[in-house]
């Protein structure tokens, strides 16, 4: 285990990337990070990470924020249930911990939104503290490191794998060892084309002697991906648009879209138009059809969103549905508003 953890840093010391995470990497920062970086790639979050620790430098300044701030800085990280878990952490941390991270594996973990991994990496690197990270990097490390064909998303699985990440860390390094295992995994033992011929733990490697490199880690099957269809009622009136605000336990919560009518299968525009929602919507009242988009296919990670939006011209407001969830909005200030990917894409189309 000694050449395994001293192998990995001394690697690290040569080959770790230059992350503006690393130069300083308070509480704050390594949370910050942390979160950012969960379904995202580096070279995508680096400038969310820039930009956040910008505006707001401190936890306490990101507990002053409002949550729509928040996800508008957020926009086009997708997975918003981060930015809105983000928000309520900093309060946690403001008015239970006046402000400071606590320095304690457990009760990092009962802050909203950290579990094991992210407060694992918080407890090692910003506090020095013998708890193993387990991500994906890390999972396919050992799982080639050592040839293990248990699936790692079952908990059998990820029982096996925290065990042995314990029992392999650098008591004495935690937050090095840590940091060194993640970007191995990242650069070296990559989960295509890993640089096995160049490798400094190929000696020790299991799956290597074996060749099962590429059969590791195992993961059982995914859910099952289903398929929604949005038909998006873009009301325009004399430079104003009705926004929804959606709400609830559905996806984006808390963002802005148009007026929808979800359908099971693929509607037609007279097929939208002839439907009780949207007689419910229009009221009577006249409209003019101005144009249909091309259809949008977004894609989530149990989700496939096939969207279209139609363009609708107004002559008067929509006084009943006009609620706070749903409003006019000036067609100017839409940049201002928290928005998911697949309503930025249709703006700028």
Not at 176 to 182: E, I, K, T
Request: hydrophobic share 40%; aromatic share 10%; with cysteine.
């Amino acid at each position: 285990m000694d050449f395994i953890h001293d192998t990995l840093i001394n690697w690290f010391a040569e080959n770790r990337r230059d992350l503006p995470w690393r130069h300083n990497p308070t509480p704050y920062q390594v949370w910050l990070s942390e979160i950012i970086l969960q379904q995202t790639r580096v070279n995508q979050g680096w400038d969310y990470y820039l930009r956040f620790v910008e505006k707001w430098p401190t936890v306490n300044d990101l507990a002053n924020a409002t949550e729509e701030e928040v996800l508008k800085m957020w926009q086009g990280l997708g997975y918003y249930s981060r930015a809105r878990n983000l928000h309520q952490c900093a309060k946690q941390i403001v008015e239970q911990h006046g402000g400071q991270f606590p320095a304690d594996f457990e009760k990092l973990k009962q802050l909203k939104g950290i579990g094991d991994y992210t407060a694992a990496a918080i407890a090692s690197i910003a506090f020095d503290l013998p708890h193993a990270v387990v991500d994906g990097n890390v999972y396919r490390v050992l799982s080639r490191l050592f040839d293990i064909d248990t699936p790692i998303n079952i908990n059998e699985g990820q029982t096996v794998f925290a065990k042995i990440a314990d029992d392999l860390i650098n008591r004495e390094q935690p937050g090095l060892h840590n940091q060194a295992m993640m970007e191995f995994g990242a650069l070296q033992c990559t989960p295509k084309n890993p640089n096995c011929l160049l490798c400094p733990l190929q000696a020790q490697c299991l799956a290597f002697a074996n060749q099962t490199v590429m059969q590791r880690p195992v993961k059982l099957q995914k859910l099952k991906v289903t398929t929604r269809h949005f038909n998006y009622l873009v009301f325009r009136m004399e430079g104003n648009v009705y926004l929804h605000k959606r709400s609830g336990n559905d996806i984006w919560k808390n963002l802005y879209d148009f007026p929808c009518i979800e359908s099971e299968n693929p509607m037609t525009v007279e097929e939208v138009i002839a439907s009780e929602k949207f007689k419910q919507l229009i009221e009577n009242k006249s409209f003019t059809i101005i144009k249909t988009s091309p259809t949008f296919t977004h894609k989530l990670t149990h989700r496939t969103i096939i969207a279209q939006f139609i363009e609708i011209k107004l002559e008067e407001k929509l006084l009943r549905i006009e609620t706070n969830d749903l409003f006019l909005a000036r067609e100017t200030d839409l940049g201002n508003f928290p928005i998911p990917r697949l309503i930025d894409l249709y703006l700028n189309n």
